[in-house]
C-alpha cells in the first residue's frame, strides 16, 4: 500500500458527460501529479500540484482540468467525454516540488466511456 | 523532448532464468532514472533508482546501473521467480521539472 488513494476504483460513462476523479495524497506529501495509462499513448504525464498551485503541465487536453485543495486531496475534472479518454488515470504523490524524488502511486482510477 | 525507449514484450521466460530489460534515454542534462514496476490490477511501485552516472540501483535481486556514456539503464535479475510476472516501465525525471517520463513498458511473464 503506496499511502496514495483514488476514488472511484472503476467509473463507466457516456460520451458528452463529465466525471470527476479524487486522489488523496500520502500524508505529508505536498505535490500530486496525474497521469493517463492509454493502450495507444502508453504513460503519459498530465499535470503536477504543489501545496495548491498548478507547477507542471503535461500532455494535458483543454477539456480536462485539476485542481488541489487546502487539505492537499485533488481532482482531476475531465468534462466533454469521448472515446478516446477511456484509459487508467493514476494519480501520485511526492514529498517536494522540485528534483528527482520518489513519487508514490494510487491504485488508478479505470475509466470506461461509452 | 526527453524520451524513453524500451524494449517491446512480451517476455516469456521459465522460472530460474535470466531477465533483461533494456531501456536507453534521450534527455539534456543529467536525469534521474526509475524502473517502476506494475503487477495486475495495482498502480505502480518503484523497484529502483539510480540518481547519477555509474551508480547501481537494486531491490529484490533486481539491478540496473546507470550509463551516460551508452544512455542506458537496463534492468537485470538473475534468477526470476513467477512472482515477478508484472509490467515493467523504465522512467526518467529531470531536477527541473519533477515529472516522470515513462517508456512503453515490458510485459514479462514468467512460466514455472
Known amino acids: 500500500d503506496s499511502g496514495v488513494t483514488q476514488t472511484p476504483k472503476h467509473l463507466i460513462t457516456a460520451t458528452g458527460q463529465r466525471v470527476t476523479l479524487r486522489c488523496s495524497p500520502r500524508?505529508?506529501?505536498?505535490?500530486v501529479y496525474w497521469y493517463q495509462q492509454s493502450l495507444d499513448q502508453g504513460l503519459q504525464f498530465l499535470i503536477q500540484y504543489y501545496n495548491g498551485e498548478e507547477r507542471a503541465k503535461g500532455n494535458i487536453l483543454e477539456r480536462f482540468s485539476a485542481q488541489q485543495f487546502p487539505d492537499l486531496h485533488s481532482e482531476l475534472n475531465l468534462s466533454s467525454l469521448e472515446l478516446g479518454d477511456s484509459a487508467l488515470y493514476f494519480c501520485a504523490s511526492s514529498a517536494l516540488a522540485g528534483g528527482p524524488h520518489e513519487q508514490f502511486f494510487g491504485p488508478g482510477t479505470r475509466l470506461t466511456v461509452l | 523532448g526527453d524520451s524513453v525507449t524500451q524494449m517491446e514484450g512480451p517476455v516469456t521466460l521459465s522460472e530460474e532464468a535470466f531477465l533483461t530489460i533494456n531501456c536507453t534515454y534521450t534527455?539534456?542534462?543529467?536525469?534521474?532514472l526509475f524502473w517502476y514496476v506494475q503487477y495486475p490490477g495495482e498502480g505502480l511501485q518503484l523497484l529502483l533508482k539510480a540518481t547519477k552516472a555509474d551508480d547501481k540501483g537494486s531491490n529484490k535481486g533486481f539491478e540496473a546501473t546507470y550509463r551516460k556514456e551508452t544512455t542506458s539503464f537496463h534492468l537485470e535479475k538473475g534468477s526470476v521467480q513467477v512472482s515477478d510476472s508484472a509490467v515493467y516501465f523504465c522512467?526518467?525525471?529531470?531536477?527541473?521539472?519533477?515529472?516522470?517520463?515513462f517508456g512503453g513498458g515490458t510485459r514479462v511473464l514468467v512460466k514455472p
Open positions: 534527455a539534456t542534462g543529467y536525469p534521474s
Open positions: 522512467a526518467l525525471s529531470k531536477a527541473a521539472g519533477n515529472k516522470l517520463t
Open positions: 500524508s505529508g506529501d505536498l505535490s
